[in-house]
């Protein structure tokens, strides 16, 4: 008997039988009783999950509606072709599946022999479906989400330092004043570039007031649309405004200019992210560029220290970007030096 087999009789996934075979979590009791109850009765000799040798990783990219992963240019394709290449020198191979909505359903249909182990790129995988990557019975590393809470492998950016980034260029360039442009759709990077925004102002003592918080879809239609609406009845602005990431700043930029201001004379912009259009808006904009190539490969590095060695686990890494001037924030402490 074969574990789909086992699966069918049991009427649950592949993967739910891994999971009562091994004693993890992610089911209830009474599904794992079953299962190891209709196991004995039929003799699986398969009692625990075994894997094939295979040199083949899963890519597992959750897509939800796509605003992120396919919305923000590059990001995401960099962070996958430098896995595609490490994987490459490595002499392995990629798979590449992109679960739309049901990741829960994705996950229990996956046939995980075929795998040494996954990269899951949960950009816009969120809390409640975190327990659902709990079902993967093989090694598996997150990218692009820290996954707050769960004890899973992870790599992606340092949000608060970033956003650290960003804010000090502001004050080093005189700005005290600033207006807080922030995605409207909730994600685990999202949040914590919130929670770093508020702090550091605090720490860098500038003046940020709530109703200088504009809520923004983050896609260039969008923002560009929603802030056009904004600025229709906002009497001023700050003098400087930080973006969630370059996407929503660029929308804004266009609104901006449409509404009379001139950037950066009259309004200061930094973004998130250095996406390629980041570098030939018009003004330029000043960004933070995050190290999208290192945080592929790391993923392929930290994926097989946890296949050759179970002590690699739980291990999270963040990576601090760099600040790239452009010409989208104005120096105030030279102009009234002249």
């Known amino acids: 008997m074969t574990i789909r087999e086992l699966a069918q009789l049991a009427n649950v996934s592949p993967a739910t039988v891994s999971i009562a075979l091994n004693g993890k979590k992610g089911i209830g009791e009474d599904t794992r009783k079953r299962i190891l109850k209709i196991a004995q009765q039929h003799n699986y000799s398969g009692a625990k999950y075994t894997q094939k040798k295979t040199k083949n990783v899963l890519v597992l990219k959750f897509w939800k509606g796509g605003m992120l992963v396919e919305e923000n240019q590059s990001f995401i394709s960099t962070i996958i072709d430098a896995i595609e290449g490490e994987l490459r020198s490595r002499r392995h191979g990629l798979t590449m599946l992109i679960s739309k909505e049901a990741l829960d359903k994705t996950i229990d249909e996956i046939n995980y022999n075929d795998y040494c182990g ?66 409207s759709i909730q994600t685990e990077n999202f949040n914590e570039r919130n929670e770093a925004f508020k702090k550091w102002v605090k720490v860098l003592e500038m003046n940020f007031e709530s109703e200088q918080e504009y809520l923004l879809k983050p896609t260039l239609v969008d923002s560009y649309k929603e802030f056009k609406q904004i600025l229709r009845i906002k009497d001023a602005m700050p003098s400087c405004l930080y973006a969630d990431n370059d996407t929503i700043a660029i929308g804004a930029m266009k609104a901006l200019r449409e509404a009379g201001y001139k950037i950066p004379d009259d309004i200061s912009i930094i973004g998130m992210d250095d996406i390629p259009f980041a570098s030939v808006s018009a003004p330029a904009l000043t960004t933070i560029r995050v190290q999208k190539e290192a945080i592929g490969v790391q993923a392929v590095k930290q994926l097989f220290w946890l296949i050759n060695n179970q002590e690699f686990q739980n291990m999270k890494v963040s990576v601090t970007g760099d600040l790239i001037y452009r010409h989208s924030v104005k120096n105030l402490i030279k102009e009234k030096a002249q």
């Open 118 to 183: 996954i990269i899951a790129i949960a950009t816009e995988i969120v809390g409640g479906m975190y327990r659902f990557l709990d079902k993967i019975p093989i090694p598996f590393v997150v990218v692009d989400n820290t996954v707050p809470n769960y004890k899973y492998n992870s790599i992606c950016v340092n949000n608060s330092e970033n956003v650290y980034l960003a804010l000090k260029c502001f004050k080093d360039n005189g700005h005290c004043d600033i207006g807080y442009l922030r995605s």
